[in-house]
């Protein structure tokens, strides 16, 4: 049997919840085109974000350590991947639509810089004069205009639910579109990936401090919650080794994976939601875990702010990233001729400074410091 994109669509109907996001549905594209014989919309918006440049691009840029600290340490790529991963699982426990959430996940992080929120804050205040910078918006000029791959419509002509839930992706690194239905909620999918995003980067994160020596495992047993979980899986922390590691990082997600999808389906149940409109129209979102498990989460976010964020090779590294991004747009702005054509083209129709703020934020980790050694190192001559 050939699952076409109607029998596709009728899976939805007869599975999913009343509340969720149906591709049948969609408020459909920008700009009219046929839609797929054997994919539903929502699958071909994924398979077009995939297929990107700056999706490619995510496996060389930074999520907490520079690309070319280790092979180990997760990239933007990787992180994105591990929330698409927790974004499906939560997805489907509460029977909304998967590929919508995959998709969106995918998509969330397209419009970071090099060098993570270093890089963001860098460009952000390059950019001030002309409207500063913020990923998420960057997302969505990527999907919408810079991803420059149909004859027929610039960027990629995603739906308006994909659209949506890139500018309302809303963690404590990232702020909603105001501009986009401010008075409405998300629909529970990109709520999703709101509560993924942040489940996925406490956990690797912690991993990643761990595996790099950063955090001192004694020191992350104090944390209140690890402490329950290291005493409930019998971790001794003066004896923690590599496997110890994996199994106290598995056991942290998949216990917040559980504990959201629980929680969550209460406060849809509470709220009689029948429809993606009611859950727009809700005072407060409806994903997410409980009060007690949020303090919680909140305990070990902030432990890994002071011990592993601001560690003082983590500054350093900042610093370093804050120069080469800084020195790059200087010498472009100032020599606009030593830009490639492409860029060159972009400058003449966006203005030089946005067009150089685009350039850099879609440059790798790697990339950008060979730029910069291009630029500036007299041994370089190319």
Known sequence: MIMTRARLEAAERAVLAPYAAFAD???GRVHSEGESAHRTAFQKDRDRVIHT??????????????????DYYRTRLTHTLEVAQVARSIARALG?????????????????????HAGERTLNRLAEGIGGFDHNQQSLRIVTELESRYAAFPGLNLTWETLEGIMKHETEYDVPDAS?????RPGIEAQVVNVADEIAYNA????????SGHLDVKEVARVPLIARLMDRLAIDPNAFDTRDRYVLVRELLGMAIDAVIEHSEQRIRAAAVASIDDVRAQPLVLVGPDDALAGQLAEL???????????????RMTRKA???LERI????CETPSMLAPDVREQAEALGLERAVVDYLAGMTDRFAIKEYRRLFDPTTLT
């Open 322 to 324: 804050d120069h080469i």
């Open 301 to 315: 976010k902030r432990f890994l702010y002071e011990h592993f964020y601001f560690h003082h090779r983590l500054i």
């Open 96 to 116: 909304v639509n998967e590929d919508l959430a995959e998709t969106v996940a995918l998509a969330h992080d397209l419009g970071h810089p090099p060098f993570g």
């Open 25 to 27: 549905a969609s408020r």
């Open 180 to 184: 986009w239905e401010p008075d409405l």
């Open 53 to 70: 440049s700056a999706f490619r691009r995510l496996e060389y840029k930074t999520q907490v350590f520079v690309n070319d600290e280790g």
């Open 204 to 211: 690797h994160d912690l991993d990643d401090g761990l595996r």
């Open 329 to 332: 747009y200087g010498a472009y």
